[in-house]
């Protein structure tokens, strides 16, 4: 079946620690792939986006993301969290030949950053 | 920054009432949609609104659902008979095109039927 899946619910790192979030698609074609960002009390913000070119992306507030297609992935990172990073991180999908841009969206990650 | 509105932040209301969240898109935006998020769960599709019309709905947006663009800024969710299991947080959207494939979310009205 088409989907998107983050694999981990609660990730718990130390702040300064290195962070990667998993993110795996199952299309026959490679969607447009993004990452969202869901503080406490918050909506939902862009952190980066995928649709072709460069598979290294950078987004806001340090992250990037990696594009590979051989593992139909598009995993997060970020080199040293803060404390800040503490929320909720959803991976997200526009499947391939949408018209109306409706996003499917993976389970969400929690994460906890310990001081 | 222009940002998307939603009212109320949190309503509470006793079942087979009638419920409206209220948005308020980036001014400049054309294209419309609403998500929900039930507690603990992954954040869904209900429906997108463009040109004053529905242009695709999921099997979540039955007839208890409808949404309404009654004037040039405000785009509603309205509810007509609530059910337990349409407690979630929901999520307003808005994009200017459908090139970017960026959303602008709104931070949601959180809805608890009793």
């Known amino acids: 079946a088409q989907s998107v899946t983050q694999p981990d619910i609660h990730i718990t790192v130390s702040e300064g620690a290195s962070l990667e979030l998993r993110c795996n698609y199952s299309y026959g074609a490679t969607p447009y792939l993004f990452w969202y960002v869901q503080s406490p009390g918050q909506g939902l913000q862009l952190l980066l986006k995928?649709?072709?070119?460069?598979?290294l992306v950078q987004g806001i507030k340090g992250f990037e993301a990696e594009f590979k297609r051989s593992q139909s992935s598009f995993n997060l990172r970020k080199p040293s969290v803060h404390w800040s990073d503490a929320a909720e991180y959803f991976c997200a999908v526009i499947p391939p030949l949408s018209g109306t841009y409706k996003y499917i969206f993976g389970t969400g990650t929690r994460l906890k950053v310990l001081a | 920054e222009p940002e998307v509105t939603q009212t109320p932040s949190h309503q509470v209301t006793q079942m087979g009432q009638e419920v409206i969240l209220r948005c308020v898109p980036i001014?400049?935006?054309?294209?419309f949609y609403w998500y929900r998020q039930i507690l603990g769960q992954k954040v869904e599709f209900l429906v997108s609104?463009?040109?004053?019309?529905?242009?695709?709905k999921s099997e979540i947006f039955d007839d208890q659902f409808s949404v309404e663009r009654p004037d040039g800024s405000n785009f509603t969710l309205k509810i007509r008979s609530t059910k337990l299991e349409d407690s979630a947080m929901y999520f307003c959207a808005s994009t200017a095109t459908l090139n970017t494939g960026e959303l602008f979310f709104g931070e949601g009205s959180r809805l608890t039927v009793l």
């Open positions: 995928y649709f072709s070119g460069d598979t």
């Open positions: 001014s400049n935006h054309l294209y």
């Open positions: 609104f463009y040109n004053n019309e529905i242009s695709e």
